[in-house]
């Protein structure tokens, strides 16, 4: 079945650090591949996205390139901030086929997440 | 804000009880998914509704169950409560069912049981 595996945690870090948090995955098919961040009290926010091979997703400063040979999804940041300290999530979604009511449905597929640290 | 809430936030229940949690979708959103997420863990699939009918399932016991609303509301139902059923439960309101839809997220309810 289709897993996501993410660098162990916690990473801690000082401002204006360069951050990469690794990520791959396991898929039958064809997935589309996201970064989710979750502050603290506070539901999944979508970070970025990419949904083909060679996109890169970018959104506030954090990017990730969908490489499909090493099947990873790295997300790097050149600059970290305080504001950042958040867990961040890794997750895939695949085409799941038609359920009983004749529609497609998708689900996202989390990695375990990893708890980043910044100090000032 | 995602304009997902949900509720209650915070919720103790005891093994073997029953338990109902409530998501209001996002206006204009048709399709409700709910997750489990185990302290530590990332959240896992329990099932998704689309127009007031069950669309996908993931690896969750038949006590969980479902329902969604006219207004697309969604409530997750939880029967004979277990020891490891305590965890954040997640719900996700989309525009559609389809893989690629965007998820808003509501700041779960945690239920921790006893």
């Known amino acids: 079945g289709d897993s996501v595996t993410q660098m162990e945690g916690p990473v801690t870090l000082s401002e204006e650090a360069f951050l990469t948090i690794n990520c791959t995955y396991t898929?039958?098919?064809?997935?589309?591949l996201f970064w989710y961040v979750q502050y603290p009290g506070e539901g999944l926010q979508l970070l970025l996205k990419?949904?083909?091979?060679?996109d890169k997703g970018s959104n506030k400063g954090f990017e990730a390139t969908y490489r499909k040979e090493t099947t990873s999804f790295h997300l790097e940041k050149g600059s970290v901030q305080v504001s950042d300290s958040a867990v961040y999530f890794c997750?895939?979604?695949?085409?799941?086929?038609?359920?009983?009511?004749?529609?497609?449905?998708?689900?996202?597929?989390f990695g375990q997440g990893t708890i980043l640290t910044v100090h000032p | 804000e995602t304009g997902v809430t949900q509720s209650p936030t915070h919720l103790i229940k005891t093994r073997g009880q029953q338990v109902t949690l409530r998501c209001s979708s996002q206006?204009?959103?048709?399709?409700v998914s709910w997750y489990q997420q185990a302290l530590g863990q990332g959240p896992q699939f329990i099932f998704q509704?689309?127009?007031?009918?069950?669309?996908g399932r993931g690896n969750f016991p038949p006590r969980f169950s479902g329902l969604q609303f006219p207004n697309y509301s969604s409530e997750l139902n939880v029967n004979a409560l277990e020891l490891d059923d305590s965890a954040l439960y997640l719900c996700?309101?989309?525009?559609?069912?389809?893989?690629?839809?965007?998820?808003?997220f509501g700041s779960g309810t945690q239920l921790s049981v006893l």
């Open positions: 996700a309101s989309s525009l559609g069912p389809a893989t690629n839809e965007k998820l808003f």
């Open positions: 898929a039958t098919g064809y997935p589309s």
């Open positions: 990419a949904t083909k091979a060679d």
């Open positions: 997750a895939l979604s695949c085409y799941r086929g038609e359920y009983a009511g004749g529609t497609s449905y998708g689900k996202l597929t």
């Open positions: 206006s204009g959103h048709n399709t």
């Open positions: 509704y689309y127009r007031e009918e069950e669309n």
